[in-house]
C-alpha cells in the first residue's frame, strides 16, 4: 500500500486506458489542461452516481476554469459505458481493474462495512496543476457537495 499523497506533491505520472479502449497518458494530458481525477467504489451505486453527477452538473465550470475531469474505478469498461450513457456524464472513465492507479494515489486501502474488513477503493480526489503539482487532495471525500468544495478551494 502506497502512503497517502499531499497538497503540493508531485502527481504519480500514468499510462491508463480509458472506456473506449483508448490510453491516456497523464504528463500527455497536463499539457493542454489541469487535470481533475476522482477515483470512486463502483459504477451506478448511490454514492457513486451522487459524485459523477455532482461533476457532470459543474463540468462546464471546471472544463472554463481549465480542468478536465477524468473518473476511476475498478469496473469494466462495459459497465462504464451503461454509466456514462444512463447519466449523461461528459467527461472520461478510466478502467483499472487491476487496481494499478488506485495503489498509485494510495486510494486502494482497507475498507470496514458492517464489520467486515476487505481491501477496496477509498473516494477520492486530486487536482493535479499542468506543472504536475497536486492542487488539491481529498482522501475519504463525501459524495455529495465535494465538487463545490474543490471549485472554491482552487479559486480561493
Known amino acids: 500500500m502506497k502512503t497517502e499523497l499531499s497538497k503540493?506533491?508531485?502527481a504519480p505520472d500514468f499510462t491508463a486506458i480509458l472506456t473506449?479502449?483508448?490510453?491516456?497518458i497523464l504528463s500527455e494530458m497536463l499539457k493542454e489542461s489541469g487535470?481533475?481525477?476522482?477515483?470512486y467504489p463502483?459504477?451506478?451505486t448511490p454514492g457513486c452516481t451522487t459524485q459523477a453527477c455532482d461533476f457532470r452538473d459543474n463540468f462546464d465550470s471546471l472544463k472554463e476554469a481549465g480542468w478536465r475531469v477524468i473518473g476511476v474505478s475498478k469496473d469494466s469498461a462495459?459497465?462504464?459505458t451503461k454509466f456514462i450513457d444512463k447519466?449523461?456524464?461528459?467527461?472520461d472513465l478510466i478502467v483499472d481493474s487491476e487496481t494499478e492507479l488506485h495503489q498509485l494515489y494510495g486510494t486502494?486501502?482497507?475498507k470496514k462495512l458492517y464489520g467486515r474488513v476487505f481491501l477496496g477503493s477509498l473516494r477520492s480526489t486530486f487536482a493535479i496543476n499542468q506543472d504536475g503539482t497536486l492542487a488539491w487532495v481529498g482522501y475519504k471525500v463525501k459524495a455529495k457537495g465535494?465538487?463545490?468544495?474543490?471549485m472554491n478551494d482552487l479559486n480561493s
Open 78 to 80: 462495459k459497465s462504464h
Open 87 to 91: 447519466y449523461g456524464l461528459p467527461f
Open 8 to 10: 503540493g506533491d508531485i
Open 35 to 39: 487535470v481533475i481525477l476522482y477515483f
Open 20 to 24: 473506449d479502449g483508448s490510453e491516456v
Open 42 to 44: 463502483r459504477d451506478s
Open 108 to 110: 486502494w486501502a482497507e
Open 146 to 150: 465535494h465538487v463545490e468544495r474543490i
